[in-house]
Structure formats: structure tokens, C-alpha cells
């Protein structure tokens, strides 16, 4: 019945192109899942030190396909690799919003999950958010053919080692700092500009969202808890009554079914919260894309300051201009003088321009790039978002109908009394 409801809502709402699946990407070749994860310990017996890993499993379907990956495999990553593979990916392709990875531990005071980052619920939730992560890379057609990617789904051993060779840490850190950096460019582009805004805005709204409903979830809990005390009631007055007493006790019994059965109901809407959690972290990736634009251009334009700055500079040699020390101890340049500082000044202006081109160049391909994966992501949101909504509905049907159920048996029950 829940899947009907589900096609019901979802006919509702107009297809789009996102829903149409992506082409060439490594998803329709191969099944990725992060199928359990486990508990383990390093050091001695007096001091240990817990982590937990995820079993990836993945297993090829295309028996067409050229790939170079085996046809099944199964390894353990930890939560630090899955971070490792998401800078990576990040410094390689930073014109791509990139993919989130579930929170590591609690992060906002209005969430009702466990703080302790080994409870069995949050550990099984951020194993759902790891393969959403690895999902979301294997359908994209630029990422999902990253060969570090596909290394890290299938080679266990010396994977980390890899990473190294690329020299991937020392550019992560110089490139990162630049990236963190505030700018304030002279001719902003109003399309990034829009785009970054509109980041901030998702996370704002997303945030809110969550805010509500765990608001919302938290007075449920509470409100079918206190049924609990209806249960009660009525078995204790079961015991004093002969003839109504049989139809009271079950009466009990049902309203603490409906106390007890809010827990289920809660656990999957806690699923789909983390969807809508997901694009809240989106938002923030989105406006990343624009501040490593914001890097470029500012590139751009100190490049260009440096051949305005050198050009005026020519210009004063050229018309025998001369600093105040130079007026007053009478020391002028000789026409040789002033040819050999223009010529210099030539070579420096010259190299200026070299630099504006390759830094306008890197810039409008980067640009180019991020329009076109930002468009993606922004079909792809609307696709997520719309069914993300739709489960969030036939949810609360879902438990409408079981709590309507629950009441009927209980007017029966009532109804039963001699």
C-alpha cells in the first residue's frame, strides 16, 4: 500500500530532466553498496584506540563492459579514507559540487541522535550516507571514471599510499588556504554571485526544515508516549470491573501499542531527514565551487593590476618623469638610461600579459565547467528533493492509517462492554 501511495504522490509532480539516467558513468556497469560495518580496536590491552569500518561491496553487471576493475570485491574502508577521497576528488575537480559525506558526529543541538559516535543507530545511518556518497560519485560522469575512485573501491592494500604519490597533500594545502580566503573582487561575475547567494540560502532554508521537523518529531514522540499512560489507566481499571473489565484491558493493550509504534515510525523519518541533511551540506559545496571561481579571478585581476602598474610606470620613464631624491641631488637619467628602463619594463609588461591570458584562460574554462555541473546539480536536486518529499508523505500516511487502525479496535473493544 506504501508503494502505491508513493507512485500516487510522486505522479503529482512533473518529470524533469534529471530523471533521466545519466550515460556513461560507472554506476550502469556496477553495483557499489556499503553493505554493514564493524567495531575495531588498535594498541595494547591498557590503551586502545576504537574506530569503525565499512564493508564496500562491489560487483560488475555489465559483462560487456571494458572497465578495468575485477568482476566482485568487498573491503573495509574507515571514515578517514572516505574524507581522504573526497579532498582528493575535490582538488582534482573543484569546478564540481561535490558529493557530501554524512556527518562524522553530531553536529547541530536540534538533532535527537546519539552523541556517542559508536552508537548502533547513528554508526548504522552514516553507513546509509557512505554508500549515498559513494552512489552519488559512481553516477557522475566525471567523477565516477576518476581512477583514485575506482582504486579505492577495489584495492584495499596500499591505497593510502597512492593518494601520496599524487602529491595530493602538499596541493591540498596550498590551494586550500586560498580557497578559504575571503575576496572582494573588482568586477564580480553577477552568475556566481547568484549562485553563491542562492548556496547560502538552500543551507538557510534546509537547516530550517530540519529545525521543524525535529521540532515536530519530538512533540509525536512525546504525545503517543503519553498514550502510554491511557494503557495504564485502563488496565488498572480492567481490575476492578467485572463485566467491563475484559473490554478495558485490550483497550489497554492497544493504546500501548500506540505509544510503543511511534519508535519505528520515527527511525525511517530519521532516514529521510538525513536526505534532506544531505542537501544541506550541498549548499555549502555549492558555494565552494564559486569561492575557488572567486580565486581564479582574483588571479586574473592581480595579474592585470601588475601590467596596468608596470605600464604606468613606462610611461613616466618615457616622459623623463623622476622621483623627488632624484630633483634634488640632480641625478637624471641618460636617454640609454631611460631606453634600457623602458625595454625592461617591456619584458615585464609583455610576461604581465602572458600571465592575464593563462590565468584568463584557466578561469573561463573553470567557469565553463562549473555552469555546466551546477546545472546538473541543480536537476538532480529537484529530482532528489520531490521524492525525498514524497517519502516524507506516505510516511505520515503511513502512520496516520496504523494510528486510525489502532482507534478503531479500541472503539470496539469499547463498544464490546456489556
Known amino acids: 500500500m506504501e508503494t502505491d501511495d508513493f507512485c500516487k504522490i510522486k505522479s503529482k509532480f512533473p518529470e524533469s530532466d534529471g530523471d533521466k539516467k545519466v550515460k556513461d558513468c560507472l554506476l550502469d556497469h556496477m553495483e557499489i553498496s556499503v553493505s554493514e560495518a564493524e567495531k575495531r580496536a588498535t594498541g595494547t590491552l591498557n590503551i586502545r584506540d576504537f574506530y569503525t569500518v565499512y564493508l564496500i561491496e562491489t560487483k560488475v553487471t555489465d559483462s560487456e563492459w571494458k572497465g578495468t576493475l575485477v568482476n566482485s570485491c568487498s573491503l573495509w574502508r574507515r571514515y578517514s579514507e572516505f574524507e581522504l577521497l573526497r579532498s582528493d576528488l575535490e582538488m582534482s575537480y573543484p569546478y564540481i559540487v561535490m558529493p557530501t559525506l554524512p556527518e562524522k558526529k553530531v553536529m547541530y543541538a536540534w538533532q535527537k541522535a546519539a552523541t556517542d559516535t559508536f552508537d548502533p543507530d547513528f554508526v548504522d545511518r552514516r553507513r546509509v550516507g557512505l554508500e549515498s556518497f559513494l552512489l552519488r560519485v559512481a553516477s ?114 492497544y493504546l500501548d501499542s500506540l505509544a510503543l509504534g511511534v519508535d519505528s515510525i520515527l527511525e525511517e523519518e530519521e532516514l529521510i531527514a538525513d536526505q534532506f541533511k544531505e542537501y544541506l551540506f550541498f549548499g555549502g559545496a555549492l558555494q565552494n565551487v564559486c569561492k575557488r571561481r572567486e580565486a581564479l579571478q582574483l588571479e586574473v585581476e592581480q595579474a592585470e593590476g601588475l601590467v596596468s602598474a608596470k605600464s604606468q610606470e613606462k610611461e613616466k620613464v618615457q616622459l623623463g618623469k623622476v622621483g623627488l631624491m632624484c630633483r634634488l641631488f640632480g641625478s637624471v637619467d641618460t636617454d640609454e638610461v631611460r631606453e634600457l628602463k623602458v625595454s625592461a619594463l617591456d619584458e615585464r609588461i609583455e610576461e604581465g600579459r602572458s600571465s592575464v591570458k593563462v590565468a584568463r584562460d584557466r578561469l573561463n574554462t573553470f567557469s565553463g565547467k562549473a555552469l555546466v555541473d551546477i546545472e546538473r546539480f541543480q536537476s538532480q536536486k529537484a529530482v532528489d528533493l520531490r521524492e525525498t518529499l514524497a517519502s516524507y508523505i506516505v510516511l505520515q500516511i503511513k502512520m496516520s492509517r496504523k494510528g486510525l487502525q489502532t482507534w478503531i479496535r479500541i472503539c470496539k473493544c469499547l463498544e464490546s462492554i456489556p
Open 140 to 253: 557522475h560522469p566525471i567523477l565516477s571514471h576518476d581512477a583514485l575512485f575506482m582504486s579505492f573501491l577495489q584495492k584495499e592494500d596500499g591505497w593510502r599510499e597512492t593518494l601520496k604519490e599524487t602529491g595530493y597533500l602538499l596541493f591540498a594545502e596550498s590551494r586550500f588556504k586560498a580557497f578559504s580566503v575571503s575576496v572582494r573582487l573588482k568586477q564580480p561575475d553577477k552568475r556566481f554571485e547568484s549562485i553563491k547567494n542562492y548556496g547560502g540560502e538552500l543551507q538557510s532554508h534546509m537547516g530550517e526544515l530540519l529545525r521543524v521537523r525535529a521540532k515536530l518529531a519530538s512533540s509525536l514522540f512525546n504525545l503517543h508516549r503519553l498514550h502510554a499512560n491511557y494503557g495504564r489507566v485502563f488496565s488498572e481499571w480492567s481490575a476492578i470491573e467485572k463485566e467491563m473489565g475484559d473490554g478495558l484491558q485490550k483497550a489497554g493493550h
